[in-house]
């Protein structure tokens, strides 16, 4: 017995160093003091990296690598930890009178048990000090930040004679030898190609937009009433000059340069051209008849040229300093050879926002309404004004992009919101072959389909407003955290008690949920287009199929949806003896009509289109639901029945087992009255009654 025990531990000892030999020299294991030594001297950089918000960033991503590193060499270490203690418990304790070599073979395992403890220690102190390295140079960059934003720097007035000094010389920065460098071109041979290139475009964009007024007019652009079908195409159409010539002026300007990019002035100036096209169409198609501007009580006739030139006017703006600034001129503080210019631009951007916000006091839709965000948006518009002219230029930078910023996160809301419900009311109420077909696909009653569309409009209405609300947010953030914050709470959730939820994966869940009742709306649909029409089955088994298959795919719906969630079955258990509980005193008369109405599916002791008597009421079975039945009465009035009473009642199907059936109807006349001739005035079906005197 001692023998075979010994020869036991021998064989899985010997399989075991096996396996960590072939293991270890598949991948030889990662080495955390290295990361260590590496993580000494990123703290003794972010010492050094003062006022340095690039580096400190840089620095951060280098920490990001190590934390990963060392998260994976803890998690790696912690199987082969189990995979060692495995082997000690299979040698079990040790004997004196055991063999050399199983003790040896013990002596090497404990050895290896103990390096692989403190490599995973040490992964998991690289772990500690990453964090807590982020954590500072977080607290760095947030100084840094503040710090900036109450720099002062030169006003207004100073920067004059640098701003002229920098028009002298913008000719020979923006077209001289350095201008030259960064294209393969000659000046004159390009600036010849750019004009031929311009003239074509311009050509091109008038041909399209001639195009468009032909085939309007032949459609009826002109007859009666606005049209929906010239909404999207029209402002598109009338820029089309401007939008081609920038799309293919940018394109040549990106394709000539040796190295483009958005330093480059020209290629900014032909992207700017775009834009301002862009731009255009998107304040003409906003601000249409049948546009979103329609839906505001007194916007739309009234002042809709005076929104688009204000709203023209912004962008205008912004485009101006986008080309003459460069990428991003809100964002950071202005040189000194351009802060005349920057603050004259923001100065001028900040008026034009405030004389937009002010326009709301002449629109009678929103005269009333939202007057302390109008007022809390102009005052900050006047503070940025302000701190721009005495030279705070950061703090004059942020509040500015955050009223901008916060702008166009709402004016987006406000499209997006007006498209939805447009499209949502298309597909309710449209009369078109493709809006039935698209009803249809949905799983949507022709007669009401804006009660089933009510979710989805929902859905996105409740989407559309969360993000709006996180732009908001973002934009105000000055310490820029906010992201990263969003994204942990989402991805790591939040406890409550004992249970961990994890809003990613909520979303996960609804998906998988709102997918799987799509597709068994689909299948249910082509069970009956597709199979059921072509068997021999009758009304009501067609209807009970396509009932348990609707019941089906909730419940797999369902399931799925609380998997992906991330719900313990094992609580959903606890939850359904409590719902037992709830049964046995509260709900028995749900649950007693959910089991009768599985019990009319499948037995069928009557279906749909059957003409039954329950009690006193008489009528044709319009739908078995899962609690109730449907009947309609011979005075056209639908009573729901409890599915109960139709499986515990008697009741009467005058067409069970025949369709034929027989109807006794009563005439009474006066006495005395002629019995021959009152069965001559009877219509025809009616004379084969027996006639009986009283």
């Known amino acids: 017995m001692t023998a075979d025990r010994n020869g036991t531990r021998w064989f899985c000892a010997t399989a075991a160093l096996l396996a960590a030999f072939q293991l270890h020299a598949a991948d030889p294991p990662y080495e955390p003091a290295v990361g260590i030594d590496a993580l000494t001297q990123l703290e003794a950089d972010l010492v050094s990296y003062e006022d340095d918000p690039a580096a400190i960033e840089a620095l951060m991503a280098e920490a990001t690598v190590l934390r990963e590193q060392g998260l994976a060499c803890a998690e790696a270490a912690a199987p082969r930890i189990a995979t060692l203690q495995s082997e000690l418990e299979i040698l079990g304790e040790p004997d004196p009178n055991e063999e050399i070599d199983i003790w040896e073979q013990r002596q090497s395992i404990s050895e290896a048990l103990s390096k692989t403890n403190a490599r995973k220690s040490n992964c998991e102190l690289l772990v500690v000090r990453t964090g807590q390295l982020e954590a500072a140079a977080e607290e760095e960059l947030e100084r840094i930040s503040s710090q900036r934003m109450w720099i002062r720097g030169p006003s207004l007035l100073s920067g004059i004679g640098a701003a002229l000094d920098a028009l002298k010389r913008a000719p020979d920065d923006a077209m001289g030898p350095a201008w030259q460098s960064r294209f393969e071109l000659g000046r004159a041979t390009m600036f010849g190609i750019g004009a031929v290139l311009a003239i074509v475009a311009i050509g091109l964009g008038l041909h399209t937009r001639n195009r468009f007024y032909e085939w309007a ?105 986008f080309v003459t600034l460069g990428p991003g001129w809100l964002g950071n503080a202005p040189s000194p050879a351009l802060l005349f210019l920057h603050t004259l631009i923001s100065l001028l951007l900040a008026a034009s926002l405030a004389w937009l916000i002010l326009l709301a006091r002449r629109v009678a839709g929103l005269r009333r309404r939202y007057r302390l965000v109008r007022f809390a948006a102009v005052a900050t518009l006047v503070v940025s004004a302000g701190a721009g002219l005495i030279g705070f230029h950061n703090f004059a930078n942020f509040l500015l992009l955050g009223v901008l910023k916060t702008l166009l996160a709402a004016f987006f809301l406000w499209l997006l919101l007006w498209l939805s419900s447009s499209v949502i009311e298309i597909i309710a109420r449209g009369g078109t072959p493709r809006t039935y077909r698209l009803r249809a696909a949905l799983g949507l009653s022709p007669t009401q389909a804006e009660s089933g569309l009510g979710m989805y409009n929902l859905a996105v209405d409740l989407v559309l407003w969360l993000g709006f609300l996180y732009l908001v947010a973002v934009s105000w953030d000055a310490t820029g955290k906010l992201p990263d914050e969003v994204a942990d709470f989402l991805i790591d959730g939040f406890p409550i008690g004992t249970v961990q939820v994890v809003p990613i994966h909520m979303v996960y869940g609804l998906l998988a949920f709102l997918a799987i009742l799509i597709i068994t709306g689909w299948i249910k649909r082509s069970i009956q287009r597709r199979y059921i029409q072509r068997t021999q089955m009758d009304r009501g088994a067609r209807d009970a199929l396509i009932t348990i298959t609707g019941y089906v795919g909730f419940t797999v719906a369902l399931l799925v949806g609380l998997n992906f969630t991330g719900v313990s079955f094992a609580g959903l258990a606890v939850v359904g003896a409590a ?116």
């Open 579 to 694: 719902l037992g509980v709830g049964i046995g005193f509260g709900l028995q008369n749900i649950v007693n009509n959910f089991v009768s109405g599985l019990i009319l599916l499948f037995e069928r002791p009557i279906k749909s289109g059957d003409f039954v008597t329950v009690g006193g009421i008489e009528g044709t079975v319009k739908q078995i639901s899962i609690r109730s039945t449907e009947i309609e009465t011979l005075d056209r009035q639908n009573v729901i029945g409890p599915n109960s009473e139709l499986v515990s009642q008697q009741v009467t199907n005058w067409v069970l087992h025949d369709p034929h059936g027989r109807l006794q109807i009563f005439v009474g006349v006066a006495y005395g009255s002629d019995v021959e001739r009152v069965r001559e005035t009877l219509p025809v079906s009616y004379t084969h009654l027996r006639a009986h005197e009283t």
């Open 217 to 321: 007019v032949e459609e009826g652009l002109k007859d009666g009433p606005p049209k929906l079908r010239f909404l999207f195409p029209r402002p598109v159409a009338d820029n089309a000059p401007v939008l081609v010539a920038g799309l293919i002026l940018s394109a040549y300007v990106y394709i000539a340069a040796l190295t483009p990019s958005l330093s480059l002035f020209m290629l900014r100036l032909a992207i700017g051209l775009f834009l301002f096209g862009l731009g255009t169409v998107l304040i003409r198609w906003s601000t249409n008849t049948l546009s979103p501007a329609a839906t505001v009580k007194g916007l739309a006739p009234e002042h809709t040229e005076t929104l688009r030139t204000r709203m023209r006017t912004i962008l205008l703006l912004l485009i101006t300093g």
